[in-house]
Each structure stands twice: as C-alpha cells, then as structure tokens.
Antibody, heavy 119, light 107 residues
Framework: EVQVLESGGGLVQPGGSLRLSCAAS????????MSWVRQTPGKGLEWVSV????????YYVDSVKGRFTISRDNSKNTVYLQMNSLRADDTAVYYC????????????WGQGTQVTVSS | DIQMTQSPSTLSASVGDRVTITCRAS??????LAWYQQKPGKAPKLLIY???SLESGVPSRFSGSGSGTEFTLTISSLQPDDVATYYC?????????FGQGTKLEIK
C-alpha cells in the first residue's frame, strides 16, 4: 500500500525556518518525482515545488524561490522542504504528493502538515 | 505563466443531475490536465489525468474531456458522496498551477 506521511510542521516566527519531511513507502521511491503543494485556510491549492526522481532537477513557484529548497534522500525514501525567511503568507497546510509517472498528475497525497508563521 | 480559471466557483445540483465543471487555460496545454476532488479536512484525490483518463478506482460517473485551452469534468449522475471541491491542474510545464476550485453542493 502506498503511503505518504508529512511531518515537521509547527508554529514559527516571521523570518524563521522550518524543515518539512515526507516519508514514502509502498512504491519504488527513486522512480518517481515528488511535489509539495500548500493550501491556505479556506482557500485553494498552490503548487509549491517539485523534485525529479533522481533529485537532479527542481522547480519552485515564484513566491518561494530563493527561500525554499526541496531535496530528497532516495536511501531513506524521504523528500524534504527547507523553508527559510518564512512570512505570514506562507501559513498553510503543506501536502507532499507523489507524481503518477509518465507526467500525469499527483496520485498519492499525504494528509498534510500545518505550518503557521506568526509572532 | 499559464493561468487556470474554473467555472463556476460554486455549484448546487440535485442528486441524479448531470454536472459539468469547466477549466480554461490562458494558453494551450494540449491534454496535460488533471482533475482532483477534495473533501473537507482531507487531501485531494486524483480523479482524471491527461484530460480524459480515469484514475483507477474512480467511479465511472466521472469523466473528463477537452484539449488545448478548454476542459470539462462531468459527473453523469450526481451522488451525495460527490459533495466536495474540485480542482483542475495543468502540468505541461512548471509551475503546475491549479484552478481556484469549484465547490459542489447538493440542493
């Protein structure tokens, strides 16, 4: 059974840092890209970042470029999101999601981890 | 960047109705489009990929169509369990932008 489990969320002050982790199981992790998607309270979904299966290529939404870094450790079946210089508008539930393969959407999602940026 | 616009924002329909949600892209995305269903407090669930391919395990009352810049998600006979917010997402190139969502309610 495929499972994706995020951790590392919490309350952080503006300007602070947080590292999210996403542990995956039930599939050959090193064969699939992974994305982070966030959702602000009562609002829609925003795709944040992607990392390809090998980790060689990463992309970010403009609003987090230069502040967030995505990485993965295929030996640990884990993807990370390092978030620096956090702002109030980064407050959201952060989801980790597996790419379906063949460039066809996100087929397995975690339950999300809450990140709150507030003083 | 390509923008994705869904309509309507909210939709109220009766059980058994045929329901259609539209997603428009500001530039062509060929068929690189997915649809997701999200219920309150839950993670999104993939329904449709490549504009019209039904994800495994998804009821056949869901279908997707379209190409280029205009796409539709259709529920052939609305069921109470379909109450949710539906999102389209383009993935032809980064960023993988979502539409703003369509909230579906039962009359």
């Amino acid at each position: 059974e495929v499972q994706v489990l995020e951790s590392g969320g919490g309350l952080v002050q503006p300007g602070g840092s947080l590292r999210l982790s996403c542990a995956a199981s039930g599939f050959t992790f090193s064969n699939y890209g992974m994305s982070w998607v966030r959702q602000t309270p009562g609002k829609g979904l925003e795709w944040v970042s992607v990392i390809t299966h090998s980790g060689a290529i990463t992309y970010y939404v403009d609003s987090v470029k230069g502040r967030f870094t995505i990485s993965r450790d295929n030996s640990k079946n884990t993807v990370y999101l390092q978030m620096n210089s956090l702002r109030a508008d980064d407050t959201a539930v952060y989801y980790c999601a597996k790419h379906r393969g063949g460039n066809s959407g996100l087929d397995y999602w975690g339950q999300g981890t809450q990140v709150t940026v507030s003083s | 960047d390509i923008q994705m616009t869904q309509s309507p924002s909210t939709l109220s329909a009766s059980v058994g109705d045929r329901v259609t949600i539209t997603c428009r892209a500001s530039q062509t995305i060929v068929t690189w489009l997915a649809w997701y269903q999200q219920k309150p407090g839950k993670a999104p669930k993939l329904l449709i990929y490549k504009a019209s391919s039904l994800e495994s395990g998804v009821p056949s009352r869901f279908s997707g169509s379209g190409s280029g810049t205009e796409f539709t998600l259709t529920i052939s006979s609305l069921q109470p369990d379909d109450v949710a917010t539906y999102y389209c997402q383009k993935y032809n190139k980064y960023p993988y932008t979502f539409g703003q969502g369509t909230k579906l309610e039962i009359k």
